[in-house]
């Protein structure tokens, strides 16, 4: 099982303005699978998996999200770089990790909101087990989820092992900042997690 850096999985911010995913969950970095050009495989009945394929879109169609992705590092606190604050319509992925559609937990993370606006995660919230997500690759090929679960969880309690399982399934996370606004430690005090499991490809 890969575990996160011992950081919190998300660290205050250092600026005043509520700014969702200032600093996004921690993820611990995930080995490369091996590249392969063959087409979806099934692991056991009802379980898909892709090769590697880098994303490049984010459709989620029952809240208008519509956006490009950006690769995201490990950064020098054992934390995920959270994607540029000034484009409100960008999602970040673990490019060292999984990729969207591969076997294991692929990380796709976003801001709520910015100084100015809502951003690209605003409606998360609403999105309910049954909804679908999907994601296209630079492969050619479209990565298609169905929704298991919507949670928030504390940031100071926060359930490293569930939500970056190592696993031989093709799993997805959207991760992004709730609850209240701490102006103290200027930060949000809850991440929502969105858990979802490879169901088509195309």
Not at 3 to 8: L, N, R, Y
Not at 17 to 32: F, L, N, V
Request: proline share 11%.
């Amino acid at each position: 099982m890969f575990t996160p850096d011992a950081t919190s999985p998300v660290t205050p911010s250092a600026t005043s303005a509520p700014s969702a995913t200032e600093q996004a969950p921690a993820a611990a970095p995930q080995p490369d699978r091996p590249k392969s050009s063959a087409g979806p495989e099934k692991t056991s009945p009802g379980e898909l998996a892709m090769p590697r394929s880098a994303p490049i879109r984010l459709r989620i169609p029952k809240i208008g999200v519509d956006a490009p992705f950006i690769g995201l590092k490990i950064g020098p606190s054992g934390a995920l770089d959270p994607p540029p604050a000034h484009d409100t319509n960008l999602v970040g992925w673990q490019s060292g990790g999984i990729s969207p559609g591969q076997r294991g937990t692929a990380i796709i993370a976003g801001h709520l909101d910015t100084a100015t606006s809502p951003a690209v995660f605003a409606r998360l919230t609403e999105l309910s087990p049954g909804d679908r997500f999907e994601v296209d690759r630079v492969d050619g090929t479209t990565a298609v989820f169905l929704i298991d679960s919507v949670e928030s969880f504390d940031k100071d309690d926060f359930p490293d092992s569930r939500v970056y399982d190592d696993t031989p399934k093709a799993l997805a996370r959207l991760i992004t900042c709730a609850g209240a606004y701490d102006r103290q430690v200027r930060d949000y005090t809850e991440n929502l997690v969105v858990f979802a499991h490879l169901d088509e490809t195309a």
